[in-house]
């Protein structure tokens, strides 16, 4: 480890910031024109159903949620998200797909052996992912319990053709998730959903401790998905998780659902991953509908019959700035290569800063404090590096998470995200 006087660290806090500055102003113009997409390059949508927020996100214990809480605190939280249709299972869930509140239609289904299903009416968020990105089915995965899902559309321009994979596993959500897991580690596809049944049929059953259980259960099941996302290659540090719900419950009674009290309108949704504000409760009032046109934001199609809007107040503008600066800057100021990714004992730093002036090596932690620090001379030239053992200027371990890489002039800023898994 080279010098790092720590006497001298909170001048450098101060310059990195105006470094900052200086060159978010330099890079938002590069954005504008150059660069439309994000960090995101996949989502994985989690659906707990009949979850009432109470018991949720909106109990300040968080008793039964402590992973999504922390998750909200990773990601952002829309402390105003509400079911504004039909506050029941067969109407919400294709809303949340469709992007609008949907006619529901009857065909007799050959995948269930000719039994009476459902299609949504209009096309869902499979089929604008597959269509206009040119995806196979493989490539996107509906997980839940079996139960003869419910299909996507016939509409004309999208249809049978780009459904999505169903994959129906097994009758309780660890069972679901162990299904999911499999998916994740096989085919890796870009979009993913998970549907989780159990909150909404254990709270039908009037057993408030099984209620309470089964939203623990489901808890666990989202911060463990999050965690085998992070250690995947194909996954860490490029994909948005989002969970919510379709429902919620009575405020007078928890085991039913269906009409427009409080109870069984607000729901839930959390957005965790590297375009998302980190840390933010957004009070922007939002709906089902939403969640589709969001999806489709963040991987880059349109989802032209969606009635809802993208929630740009969740997409933090800097983390898109940070990519173009990577991926624009001239060949003589770049992080060239991170490795291992994510890393363990140490991280290897390849930059170039051939601009003739000295720069700074910063790392952040993703509460935005500067936790490690390295100044680098103004004589290099080529390609240079710079080892990182994860841990502090004063020489203590960094607990595993995503920490921000920066290097910096006087008027450049670049960064970049790395994982430091223990
Ligand atoms: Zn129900
Ligand atoms: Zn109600």
Not at 75 to 85: I, K, M, Y
Not at 235 to 241: D, I, N, R, V
Not at 322 to 341: A, G, H, I, W
Not at 361 to 375: P, S
Request: hydrophobic share 35%; aromatic share 10%.
């Amino acid at each position: 480890m080279k010098s790092v006087n720590p006497t001298s660290l909170p001048l450098v806090a101060i310059s990195t910031l105006v470094n900052h500055a200086g060159g978010w102003v330099l890079l938002l113009i590069l954005s504008f024109s150059q660069l439309q997409a994000y960090t995101t390059e996949r989502v994985v949508l989690v659906i707990i159903d009949g979850l009432r927020y109470s018991e949720g996100l909106g109990d300040p214990e968080h008793l039964q949620v402590p992973r999504m809480a922390a998750l909200a605190e990773q990601g952002a939280l829309v402390t105003d998200f509400q079911n504004d249709g039909a506050t029941y299972t067969s109407r919400a869930i294709p809303a949340i797909w469709c992007g609008a509140w949907t006619d529901i239609n009857s065909f007799h289904d050959p995948a269930c052996d000719g039994v009476e299903n459902n299609t949504s009416e209009l096309p869902t968020v499979f089929e604008y992912f597959r269509k206009h990105l040119d995806r196979p089915a493989s490539d996107c995965v509906y997980t839940l319990k079996e139960l003869c899902s419910w299909k996507a559309s016939f509409d004309p321009d999208y249809g049978v053709d780009y459904w999505p994979q169903y994959h129906e596993a097994g009758h309780t959500d660890v069972e679901v998730w162990h299904e999911t897991e499999g998916i994740i580690e096989n085919l890796a596809p870009h979009f993913l959903m998970m549907y989780l049944a159990d909150v909404d049929s254990r709270g039908h059953s009037g057993d408030w401790d099984n209620y309470l259980s089964a939203i623990t259960t489901a808890d666990s099941i989202v911060g463990v998905l999050w965690d085998v996302l992070q250690a995947d290659t194909a996954y860490a540090g490029k994909t948005t998780m989002m969970v919510t719900n379709d429902h919620g419950r009575h405020d007078y009674n928890f085991s039913g659902h269906g009409d427009n009290c409080m109870g069984c309108r607000q729901i839930q949704f959390l957005a965790v991953g590297p375009d998302i504000h980190v840390g933010l409760q957004s009070g922007v009032p939002r709906t089902i509908p939403d969640i589709t046109p969001t999806i489709g934001e963040l991987l880059g199609f349109p989802t032209e019959d969606a009635t809802g809007t993208s929630m740009m107040e969740l997409i933090d503008p800097t983390s898109n700035i940070r990519d173009v600066s990577q991926t624009n800057s001239p060949e003589n100021f770049k992080l060239s290569r991170l490795y291992p990714s994510p890393f363990n004992g140490e991280l290897t730093i390849e930059y170039r800063l051939n601009t003739g002036s000295p720069g700074n090596l910063n790392i952040f932690n993703l509460q935005g404090n500067l936790v490690w620090n390295k100044e680098l001379s103004a004589s290099s030239t080529g390609l240079s590096k710079v080892k990182w053992q994860g841990i502090n200027n004063s020489w203590e371990p960094l607990p595993s998470g995503i920490y921000i890489v920066q290097l910096s002039t006087s008027n450049l800023t670049t960064s970049t995200r790395v994982l430091l898994l223990k």
